[in-house]
């Protein structure tokens, strides 16, 4: 095992336990996903992964933020029955498809009707790990939707769902830069954890001299969106990260913005997740979309094939790529953050199959068509 004191250093931390391997290197892209995983489209050229021969005009981010293939201009959607029937499974972002902020958009509750009464399987997926599966079950039922928590799939719940697929140590722990939500799943799992919004209220006092102590158990440092975010979080789990042998840097997602509020945009967990990435020169592995980890665990658990889902989301860069990336059609909806504007713009290479305005114009166009 090379070892050296750069943190920039191109070495690979291994950690042998029970005969499975963990690891970590300083240059893994965020998207990485272990050998043992099917094909990561977004995934690097490291000879640790599999790869498939699929070829692609892809191109290798060296921010680790996602590849793609650049496709056809993305086009309007006339015909709602057709692209309903031409697929088995709806997987549906949740902010600003479902909901902005607090308040759901108009049309949702009966666009959901009339896709269970044609038999589809939907299922929502969320890269906001503020709140677990079952507290997001409760907020579906207090906007009045009938959701089951079997349905649902936060970044929170994915973080334990792959703590769980590598064999995570159990006698290691998890540091947690964010909310409740992770803390509930990662004990749900069965993972020792520290820190969340009880770190929140923490200060460092700088004295000549001061050096600040960090658990060395610690295996794995989770970032997600963290409203208690502060400057001791980001020296506790650099120092995890920098110093613990083998110390997994794990990110829920990278989402410039969220919707805090119906009324603006709000700085989304990349910039809690950036802050840790330029403590520590290393890119995290992301469990969260545009990663295709949940869209594989999905696949696996409902046995789906991943050409009869379409993907609805309102960003490009983590919905419109989390399908695309996991073979499946894919649906803009303008209802959240993404504009025509910027979907028409020359700068934009992301294009999805469909956009339309809402999911509810699911309703008026199949009406038109009828």
């Given at each position: 095992m090379l070892r050296c004191s750069?943190?920039?250093?191109?070495?690979?931390?291994?950690?042998?336990?029970?005969?499975k391997l963990w690891f970590q290197s300083?240059?893994?892209?965020?998207?990485?996903?272990?050998?043992?995983f099917s094909h990561n489209p977004l995934s690097s050229k490291s000879t640790l992964i599999k790869r498939n021969n699929r070829k692609s005009s892809?191109?290798?981010?060296?921010?680790?933020?996602a590849t793609f293939t650049t496709h056809a201009s993305a086009q309007p959607l006339k015909n709602a029955d057709e692209l309903i029937d031409s697929?088995?499974?709806f997987i549906f972002d949740c902010d600003g498809v479902i909901w902005k902020g607090d308040s759901l958009i108009e049309g949702v509750p009966e666009t959901l009707d009339l896709l269970r009464s044609k038999g589809k399987r939907l299922v929502f997926v969320t890269n906001n790990s503020t709140k677990s599966r079952k507290q997001y079950g409760k907020k579906f039922e207090t906007l009045g939707l009938d959701v089951s928590e079997e349905e649902i799939f936060a970044s929170s719940f994915?973080?334990?769902?792959?703590?769980?697929?590598?064999?995570?140590p159990k006698n290691k722990k998890v540091y947690v830069i964010g909310e409740d939500g992770i803390l509930k799943e990662l004990e749900l799992a069965g993972y020792q954890y520290l820190g969340g919004p009880e770190d929140g209220s923490k200060k460092i006092e700088l004295k000549?001299?001061?050096?600040?102590?960090h658990d060395e158990d610690?295996?794995?440092?989770?970032?997600?969106?963290d409203r208690y975010f502060n400057y001791y979080k980001v020296q506790y789990g650099?120092?995890?990260?920098?110093e613990n042998p083998g110390c997994l840097f794990i990110a829920t997602n990278r989402d410039a913005v969220t919707h805090l509020t119906d009324a603006q945009e709000w700085a989304g967990g990349g910039s809690m997740v950036g802050a840790l990435v330029g403590s520590t020169q290393r890119e995290p592995l992301v469990v969260g979309k545009p990663s295709t980890f949940m869209m594989d665990y999905l696949a696996d658990k409902f046995g789906i094939e991943k050409s009869q889902i379409c993907m609805v989301g309102d960003r490009l860069d983590t919905d419109i790529l989390f399908g695309q990336n996991g073979g499946c059609k894919t649906l803009l909806v303008l209802s959240g953050v993404t504009s025509l504007t910027t979907l028409q713009s020359p700068n934009n290479k992301i294009q999805p199959d469909f956009y339309t305005n809402k999911i509810s114009d699911f309703l008026s166009l199949k009406a038109a068509t009828v």
């Open positions: 750069s943190i920039t250093c191109q070495s690979v931390t291994t950690l042998s336990h029970n005969h300083s240059i893994i892209p965020l998207n990485l996903r272990f050998s043992h892809s191109n290798n981010s060296t921010s680790g933020m697929v088995e499974t994915a973080v334990a769902a792959y703590l769980k697929s590598i064999d995570f000549p001299g001061f050096l600040m102590e610690v295996g794995a440092v989770v970032v997600g969106f650099t120092l995890c990260i920098r």
